[in-house]
């Protein structure tokens, strides 16, 4: 009993420490995301490790999320608003839990992202594998 409390706990600080920001209740994905992506509930909750951060330091947030029915598991997306259109600028296979960190270190004026199977750089119009 003692060991499952341990791993309990043990995975619930990892997801704590680990996974990008909680969405705030209530907020919802633009629909045309959605609708690429096929997530039938376009909120937060229809999501895993929803966050919208600055990735590029322009003062708008882009889209980072995971969603447990894409092809490989837990698909992860980020989109990132160009031209008054949501355009995917990332797209990974990652751990269950949307496990991902959005790090200090930056290529061409973005983030890098850890998605803890690789890291992720921006190569001017897209995030690849580094």
Not at 17 to 34: D, M, R, V
Not at 49 to 72: H, M, Q, R, T, W
Not at 81 to 96: L, P
Request: glycine share 10%.
């Amino acid at each position: 009993m003692k060991a499952s409390r341990y791993l309990f706990c043990l995975v619930t600080l990892f997801h704590i420490l680990f996974t990008s920001q909680a969405a705030n209740a209530g907020e919802i994905l633009p629909k045309e995301i959605c609708k690429e992506v096929g997530v039938p509930v376009c909120d937060v909750k229809g999501v895993d490790a929803f966050s919208a951060v600055d990735l590029n330091g322009d003062g708008k947030k882009e889209i980072i999320f995971a969603y447990d029915g894409g092809s490989c598991g837990e698909q992860h997306y980020v989109f990132m608003k160009q031209d008054m259109k949501w355009v995917q600028i990332a797209n990974w296979c990652g751990m269950e839990g949307g496990a991902y960190k959005v790090l200090r270190t930056k290529h061409n004026g973005h983030f890098d992202i850890d998605t803890y199977v690789g890291k992720l750089c921006f190569n001017g119009k897209t995030y690849s594998k580094k």
